[in-house]
């Protein structure tokens, strides 16, 4: 029998609550562990031996990265050798990867591969997140005045997240060519911007009939690369397609009562908000933050505020909204939301972003499901599907995400930060 664990808040780390949870996360992860030639994978879904994959958003990567977290805040190294058990599968699983996005392919690989190297110090890992960042450079198709992967453009699967990994890479690895396939990728998304008369606009794919503003799939996180890009070049051309970007989405934004928050999409979608990574004001902010640190111009740390007062002024966690429904994860949901705000609390001081963290920490506590397995958290990922309820091991829909928030927020009580930072936070 699965038992949900009491609401309690979480205000020291005295008892390791946090901690707890991380092991017992980690313990049920494990128990779904599968041994393949290549190495240990991880399935999505345990039922499921089929959904085992290789993409940083729901499979074996985001695995991989909550273990070596665990491994450092425990001093078990039984979990940095299941994490490198993990790299061997992604190892041999690079030249077949057809895929070369952030959350969706080599771009998520090499990122995952580079903090297994971190983490050991094992040298071949570094070589195969290289191999990973040659493959995308070798893959890039020239197009227009740049180039491009494919027509998708956006942040999970499109050029926006590639080209990300790419200026990790650069500093990495030391390579000015990867920064160059970058900035090559940024001009053609410049070309395919959409200009509107409040500014620019983008589409995931021309194949897809609708358009996400948002972070995931849409304009603000092909904006944040863009600005991300000028700070790596410093060429104008690429802060101003990302200001373009910004202010479309001011000019869409509903902000009366000094908040902020962008439509799910339109055409049919204006009226629905979602609040988290995905498609709300929390990862939207990422865009106004980067431009904040781009430009020293505090209008854009305004805009990230009011982005947090319209999540904190939703009524969640205590109450589930259209765009908040029965999700707790990292990308849709409490999780996400948790981690942004403390980032927020940790970039302002502001004690109110910290108490909301700790509000929504403490749902997901709630939510988890225990037993002598181990915690999970069952959950629809889908809003337009709330009776699939599935209890997953992913990063981003998953048990490893909401077990790095638990190790954050542990780390973060013991006065430490967590080492992973991933190429898409501007914190």
């Known amino acids: 029998m699965l038992l949900l664990a009491a609401l309690q808040p979480v205000a020291s780390a005295s008892d390791n609550l946090y901690l707890q949870t991380a092991r ?62 993990g790299a061997d599968y992604l190892m041999a699983s690079i030249t077949d990867e057809k895929e070369n996005g952030l959350y969706t392919g080599l771009a998520g690989i090499g990122f995952t591969l580079c903090e297994v190297y971190r983490a050991t110090g094992d040298a071949r890992y570094r070589a195969g997140a290289l191999r990973c960042a040659e493959l995308i450079r070798s893959r890039a198709v020239k197009a227009g005045s740049g180039v491009e992967w494919s027509d998708t453009t956006d942040i999970i699967s499109g050029s926006a997240g590639t080209a990300l990994f790419l200026l990790y890479a650069a500093k990495e690895f030391k390579k000015t060519e990867f920064r160059e396939t970058a900035r090559l990728a940024g001009l ?33 996180g092909i ?15 690429f802060l101003d397609a990302a200001l373009g970007g910004a202010k479309y989405l001011l000019s869409v934004a509903k902000t009366d009562g000094d908040v902020c ?50 999540v904190i002024e939703s009524g969640i966690p205590e109450k589930q909204t259209a765009g908040f429904w029965n999700n707790v994860s990292r990308c849709c949901g409490s999780a996400g939301v948790a981690d942004f705000f403390l980032d927020l609390y940790q970039a302002t001081g502001d004690r109110e972003y910290l108490g909301f963290c700790k509000r929504v920490a403490a749902q997901t506590l709630s939510r ?59 914190f």
């Not at 865009?287 to 805009?303: H, I, N, P, S, V």
């Not at 999970?376 to 928030?405: F, K, N």
Request: charged letters at 25%; proline letters at 5%.
């Open 188 to 220: 053609r998304l410049i070309e395919l911007a959409r200009e509107e008369a409040t500014g620019l606009k983008w589409a995931m794919t021309p194949r897809f009939p609708r358009l996400m503003p948002n972070f995931s799939h849409g304009t603000a």
């Open 223 to 237: 904006a944040y690369f863009l600005a991300t890009l000028y700070e790596e070049t410093k060429e104008k051309t």
């Open 24 to 85: 017992e996360t980690a313990k049920w992860i494990r128990s779904s562990a599968v041994k393949t030639e290549k190495g240990l994978a991880w399935p999505s879904d345990p039922a499921d031996p089929k959904s085992v994959n290789t993409t940083l958003y729901s499979g074996t990567p985001g695995v991989m990265l909550f273990f070596i977290e665990v491994s450092r805040a425990t001093a078990d190294r039984s979990f940095l050798t299941d994490a490198r058990a």
């Open 261 to 310: 928050m962008v439509f799910h999409n339109e055409p049919q979608g204006r009226e629905l908000f979602y609040l988290g990574w995905c498609h709300g004001p929390v990862g939207t902010a990422r865009l106004f933050y980067r431009l904040y640190k781009a430009t020293g111009d505090g209008q854009w740390m305004e805009w990230v505020k009011r982005s947090a007062r319209a």
């Open 368 to 426: 988890a499901a225990r037993d002598d397995k181990g915690a999970r958290w069952i959950q629809a990922e889908h809003r337009v599907r709330p009776e699939l309820l599935v209890a997953q091991t992913g990063l981003m829909q998953g048990a490893s995400g909401m077990g790095m928030l638990m190790l954050r927020l542990y780390d973060f009580e013991r006065g430490k930060k967590s080492a992973i930072r991933f190429p898409d936070t501007p």
